[in-house]
């Protein structure tokens, strides 16, 4: 048994730590309240947390590198087909990425922004409070140097088709 907890220790040792985030991730809309069937769009801005020059290194699709938790009063929304298959995610179907990369750099305290319609992708169609968290990979290539990074988590109203926030009665 002693040997055992002597071999783990060593081998823990012997680990490289992952690096620390270079960014951090928020997520925020315009609106926090919307009308079923109206889009649902929000911002991911990325901050550079460093005090050196950072490549942010990104699609014009930000569902191609942005993950998206979202839930509907608790429960997680579907995903939409369009977004299954951009992903890779029917089974026998290869994935379809549409998009163009691109590289900038982010200097210290400076942030990136993108712009996603979560609507178009997640089911977003019933009446509720939605949730919704972002995260991002920061080496996804290199998933031994890579850490996950997590947004704010906020939060969505859809009302039904015929009711109309208190404001706008």
Do not use: C, W
């Not at 309240?33 to 290194?57: F, L, M, W, Y």
């Not at 014009?60 to 951009?86: A, C, S, W």
């Not at 992708?121 to 995260?135: F, H, L, R, V």
Request: without cysteine.
């Amino acid at each position: 048994m002693l040997f055992f907890l002597g071999s783990f220790s060593i081998s823990a040792l012997g680990q490289t730590p992952k690096p620390k985030p270079e960014f951090t991730l928020f997520v925020e809309s315009n609106s926090s309240i919307v009308e079923a069937g109206q889009p649902v769009v929000v911002v991911v801005s990325r901050k550079n947390i460093t005090e050196k020059t950072i490549e942010d290194g990104r699609t014009t699709n930000p569902m191609e590198y942005i993950t998206f938790e979202i839930l509907r009063d608790g429960i997680p929304v579907d995903e939409k087909e369009v977004l299954q298959r951009m992903l890779g995610k029917i089974p026998g179907e290869e994935r379809t990425l549409v998009s163009s990369s691109f590289v900038s750099n982010l200097k210290p305290g400076e942030s990136s922004h993108d712009t996603a319609e979560l609507s178009f992708y997640y089911d977003m169609s019933k009446p509720g409070i939605y949730s919704i968290t972002a995260s991002q990979e920061t080496h996804p290539a290199f998933p031994d140097k890579s850490v996950t990074v997590k947004s704010n988590t906020m939060s969505i109203t859809i009302l039904p088709v015929d009711e109309k926030p208190a404001a706008q009665r």
